[in-house]
């Protein structure tokens, strides 16, 4: 299967602070691909330096074969993303928020009928958007990342906010993104059972370095050699990152 992102040895320091420390992703065309890590691992910093959003101190990527930041626009034309808790205005309908976006990214208005529908708040596209939900604003934010269909979705937390059956809903919807109209997607969750049902390959981040990528089966057969719990994501993905902590906390006393 081809590589539709790679990062090479991406890298991004604020003053005496490294964020994200020579991250090398490959994330395949067509794969649903589980970004994981605990707040502050690097997570959101490096999806908004795919997304041109900040740029990196060192390395580089290539997205669909353009290489970045050559190819910065062709690149985000490619891309729809949600990235933290969008923001809307509040004063304007659901349908008239998607509108905007829509007519930014020069998309034809079924575009804004098609990803409301997507996840499901047709009904609820002229209520005026202070008067959504949390749940349904996350919803909305979904909706914007999916208009016009983008071969590629970052998704940072999509499910943050929303009840167990929203969750269920967006999570089938997510997983049948890849074949409905061949995307690709990154995303990133807290949810580590929801990846866990989710997901074709796994990337872990501890304090800005990976630690892991590889598929889920790759992951249990190496937490497995390292005698580690395989029985779900959540005692792997802690299994390594205690692991890892312990080992910087001992080289620091060095």
């Given amino acids: 299967m081809d590589t539709m992102i ?9 003053k005496n602070f490294t964020s994200v420390n020579s991250v090398s992703l490959h994330i395949r065309k067509g794969s649903i691909y589980g970004f994981l890590g605990p707040n502050g691992a690097g997570k959101s910093t490096t999806m908004k330096m795919l997304l041109g959003l900040t740029a990196p101190t060192k390395g580089s990527f290539i997205i669909d074969g353009k290489h970045f930041p050559n190819d910065r626009m062709a690149v985000l034309r490619e891309i729809g993303s949600f990235i933290e808790s969008p923001s809307f205005y509040a004063n304007l309908t659901g349908r008239e928020n998607l509108d905007i976006i829509r007519r930014i990214l020069k998309l034809p208005e079924s575009s804004v ?13 002229g209520r005026l958007a202070k008067n959504y939900s949390l749940g ?15 071969p590629i979705l970052i998704l940072d937390e999509p499910t943050n906010g929303l009840d167990p059956s929203g969750i269920h809903e967006i999570r089938n919807l997510i997983k049948s993104l890849p074949e409905l109209y061949d995307c690709t997607v990154l995303i990133s969750s807290h949810m580590l059972s929801e990846i866990e049902l989710m997901a074709d390959d796994i990337g872990i981040l501890n304090h800005g370095r990976l630690l892991f990528e590889g598929s889920l089966d790759e992951l249990r057969q190496s937490a497995l050699q390292a005698g580690f719990s395989s029985d779900n994501l959540e005692e792997m993905f802690l299994s390594l990152i205690e692991k890892d902590n312990a080992a910087r906390k001992q080289r620091a006393q060095l």
């Fill in 136 to 150: 349904m604003k996350q919803r909305l934010g979904l909706a914007g990342a999916l208009l016009g269909r983008p």
């Fill in 113 to 125: 009928e098609d990803a409301l529908e997507l996840v499901g708040l047709t009904e609820f596209g």
């Fill in 6 to 14: 790679t990062t090479e040895q991406l890298t991004k320091k604020y």
